[in-house]
């Protein structure tokens, strides 16, 4: 099953380059959590709710910042080359403005799904299970990313919209192991949230090489298949080839 192996893919990578892995999840909790935090203090309180408007808007500047440098050192560690410190500051840096493109839809999309969380959190009936279906769409997002991310960073050149479209064709193609991540994710998330030791040295790099692993892999299968069509289709126009003048095919 390929979430498991790519789930176990990333672990290894977790061992073989700790300390830079650790030092680029914990330079993404510092530069990307405080102004999430910020804007729910802010929204939280109805005299402060501008402010958190505002915090709202930086937050795909401080993700692309942050993400650049995880999203960098996972596609140099997968790809199997070797990683410096200095990497995790050239991938913050790198395509820094495409980055924030692509986190500014990212952000629109996720602040609509905990919109409508929060929404239908507050309304009484049957309406509350709309709670738990925009919960598990915003966990479906955030895989989406993991998906989105690393896409962008092997293929630099490609166009924003024909980055999107591909990474959710991606996640589409091993739809079974995207819901085992969605899964284990969720898990993972909470722990998280229990335990910040997970969060600020784990949870980000690790999902970072396994979406990388994941988004790999799905590319390979496309690839395969398409090399097998190749084949079929070449293997057919030789047959035909050889075939001799007027006679019948046989019915499939």
């Not at 102004?35 to 692309?64: D, E, K, Q, S």
């Not at 790198?94 to 692509?102: A, E, G, P």
Request: hydrophobic share 55%; net charge neutral; aromatic share 14%.
């Amino acid at each position: 099953m390929i979430a498991f192996r790519t789930f176990w893919q990333a672990c290894i990578n977790i061992f073989e380059d700790l300390f830079i892995l650790l030092l680029a999840n914990v330079m993404w909790v510092i530069i990307a959590l405080p102004l999430p935090y910020l804007a729910i203090t802010f929204l939280l309180n109805p005299t402060t709710v501008p402010g958190g408007i505002v915090m709202l808007v930086l937050v795909p500047f401080a993700l692309a910042f942050a993400g650049g440098g995880l999203t960098y050192v996972s596609r140099q560690i997968v790809d199997g080359k070797a990683v410096r410190i200095p990497d995790v500051w050239y991938g913050m840096r790198f395509q820094y403005k495409r980055q924030v493109q692509l986190y500014a839809i990212w952000c629109v999309v996720l602040y609509t799904c905990a919109f409508n969380m929060w929404f239908y959190s507050t309304t009484t009936g049957n309406l509350q299970i709309l709670t738990f279906l925009f919960f598990y769409l915003t966990i479906f997002w955030m895989i989406y990313l993991a998906f989105l991310m690393p896409l962008s960073m092997r293929f630099p050149d490609h166009p924003i919209r024909m980055l999107m479209r591909n990474a959710a064709g991606l996640m589409f193609t091993i739809a079974g192991s995207m819901i085992i991540m969605l899964i284990l994710t969720t898990i993972l998330l909470a722990i998280s949230v229990i335990s910040v030791i997970v969060l600020v040295f784990f949870f980000a790099i690790f999902t970072t090489l396994w979406g990388t692993h994941m988004m790999d892999a799905a590319i390979k299968i496309i690839e395969d298949r398409e090399a097998a069509s190749e084949d079929d289709g070449d293997g057919d126009t030789h047959d035909a080839a050889r075939r001799p003048a007027g006679q019948i095919r046989p019915r499939d």
